[in-house]
């Protein structure tokens, strides 16, 4: 069938829907709107049989749903209605929620139900396990990609008439925007259980407007402290780039800040918190808090760090969390200090990742964009980037296997290519590409791709540069094993199969035909030449002012329309076409 995608942004979701609908056969074509004008254009272009809107911020004009099917994906169970169906579960510590798929009509999230799947909240003690972006990533998206598929699946039997919300046995709820006015933090009164909730119900997007050291800013991600304790509202030490706040009963660690966006400037950044205070001018001399030393933070509470390690029996797990996945110069250095560090343990398998949410995206382009010269820190991030991968390509003496439980893109995909083998969830979408960002890429990928997939393949996914299923990635041998797991248990199911592995005496063998084969590539072409050649040629783009690669930074980090440009086609462009 063909099956045109409408969406205001081609985020996570679209992609996964893209792909999935691919795999099965459908001719898809995918067109970013930002306006019903540029929706009915989109139609009228590709004449579909099918609309469907995985994420779409405008109403669809009624010519086009009235002359043809078109089914939105809402965020919600049937039943709900509103804007902001996330927001509002993860405030009012909803247990199940859903997602439905709706016929466009008159009234926005009213139209008939052709499917509708619901899916268990990760349950928290106190403070919610997941943030609002994870879970729309993770369970959300299982259940969206679910009632998708259910739903093309009816629209192309022919035969089945989609349910009226009328005749509903749940109350139909139409639930308001969730104002920032309804997100705002009271330090002096509000717990550090009420702060987090807050906080991770609006953690990616839109972060929580709050004054700061007589700066308006917003507010992404945030983890309970359990140790630190002062003035309610005042900053109390760093970690890793984050800062420490006092609650009123104790505190939080804020990751990111974003500056409000003042009339007649761009949009702010989203940077370590950290750095965004330092940019400004405001930071203060607050003391370091560093984390606890890998392998000593377990426990019912342990200290918020963005890297953990932990061992069970012969294997060692190093998991990492970078909020979007983007991993700038001081991530890559952090990461690669804490991999040496676990290969200096006595283990015969470490496992790198294993967390839910992104494994990583590659380079941090918003810190890029925020430094004085992009182009040097483009440098310097990408050689970080680059030394931590070939530490992993490099480790001879255990088994190194990458552990996605989440999406990862362009250099984070070629970190994980670096293990020996690639575990994934099933729900993971990889991007294994860099294209759309005019970049000809790094990380070895022009030897891990083409060893993995052959290079005939290697060449077709950096050319179409589309997104890959967890399935489709098995098949062409991008992958090795896909773990069929919610994402919640993701991480545990990786561990007990690296548990198993690791005492094998085969590993051994494993291990040492490893070395052997390092030696002889080494031998024919060392891996310093691939390094050499990629960077060359990110090197000449970075220093080169009209390269596409930074109108194409600047339009993703700053919220713009994109150039149209020779590297990035209509079909996959990353913002709305202008209305």
């Not at 005492?503 to 291990?511: E, G, K, L, V």
Request: aromatic share 6%; glycine share 8%.
């Amino acid at each position: 069938m063909h099956i045109l995608l409408v969406a205001s942004a081609y985020n996570s979701l679209t992609q996964r829907v893209h792909a999935e609908l691919r795999d099965r056969g459908h001719r898809v074509a995918v067109e970013t709107a930002g306006c019903g004008d540029a929706v009915r254009d989109a139609v009228l272009g590709h004449d579909p049989e099918l609309v469907v809107a995985p994420m779409l911020k405008s109403a669809i004009p009624r010519d086009v749903w009235s002359a043809r099917t078109c089914l939105i994906v809402h965020p919600g169970p049937a039943g709900d209605r509103g804007p902001s169906s996330l927001d509002w579960a993860v405030h009012e510590r909803a247990t199940r929620w859903g997602v439905t798929v709706l016929q466009a009509g008159e009234e926005m999230d009213a139209g008939d139900i052709w499917a509708t799947v619901d899916f268990a909240v990760p349950a928290g003690t106190s403070v919610p396990p997941v943030a609002k972006s994870d879970l729309y990533r993770g369970e959300a998206a299982d259940a969206a990609v679910t009632a998708v598929l259910l739903a093309v699946e009816r629209f192309a039997s022919g035969g089945y008439e989609p349910i009226p919300q009328t005749t509903l046995r749940e109350a139909v709820r139409t639930r308001p925007y969730f104002r920032q006015e309804l997100r705002a933090i009271s330090w002096a009164d509000d717990t550090t259980e009420t702060v987090v909730r807050t906080l991770r119900a609006a953690d990616s997007q839109p972060g929580v407007r709050d004054e700061l050291l007589g700066g308006e800013w917003f507010l992404h991600g945030g983890h309970p402290e359990y140790g630190l304790r002062g003035r309610p509202g005042e900053l109390l030490a760093t970690r890793s780039g984050a800062i420490c706040r006092a609650t009123a009963d104790g505190a939080v660690w804020i990751p990111e800040l974003r500056r409000h966006r003042r009339p007649g400037m761009p949009a702010g950044l989203k940077l370590p918190a950290t750095r965004a205070l330092a940019l400004a001018g405001t930071l203060p001399p607050l003391p370091e808090d560093p984390a606890p030393p890998l392998g000593s933070d377990a426990g019912p509470q342990p200290a918020w760090s963005d890297i953990h390690y932990r061992e069970e029996g012969q294997a060692g797990f190093l998991s990492f969390s970078f909020p979007g996945g983007a991993m700038s110069t001081d991530h890559c250095r952090r990461l690669l200090d804490a991999y040496r560090a676990a290969c200096s343990r006595p283990t015969s398998v470490l496992v790198l990742g294993g967390a839910r949410g992104f494994f990583s995206n590659g380079i941090h382009l918003h810190v890029i964009e925020a430094s004085d010269d992009p182009a040097a820190e483009s440098w310097a991030n990408v050689n970080a980037m680059n030394d931590l991968v070939e530490a992993v390509l490099t480790t001879t003496d255990r088994l190194v296997v990458a552990a996605l439980g989440g999406n990862a893109a362009a250099g984070g995909v070629m970190l994980a290519l670096a293990a020996d083998e690639v575990w994934c969830r099933s729900g993971t979408v990889l991007n294994p590409h860099y294209r759309l960002m005019g970049l000809y890429g790094s990380e070895y990928w022009t030897y891990s791709l083409p060893r993995r997939v052959g290079a005939t393949t290697a060449e077709r996914l950096t050319r179409q540069a589309q997104p890959v299923t967890a399935d489709s990635a098995l098949r062409i041998g991008l992958v090795d094993r896909v773990i069929d797991r919610a994402p919640e248990e993701f991480g545990a199911e990786a561990r007990a199969l690296a548990a198993r592995l690791a005492p094998f005496p085969a590993i051994r063998s494993r291990i040492a035909a490893k070395k052997a084969e390092s030696e002889r590539r080494d031998a024919t072409r060392p891996l310093a030449a691939y390094r050499e050649r990629e960077l060359a040629r990110m090197l000449r783009t970075f220093l080169d002012p009209d390269a596409p690669y930074h109108a194409l930074r600047r339009a993703f980090t700053r919220k713009e329309q994109p150039p149209r440009t020779s590297v990035e086609p209509r079909a996959v462009a990353g913002e709305p076409t202008a209305c």
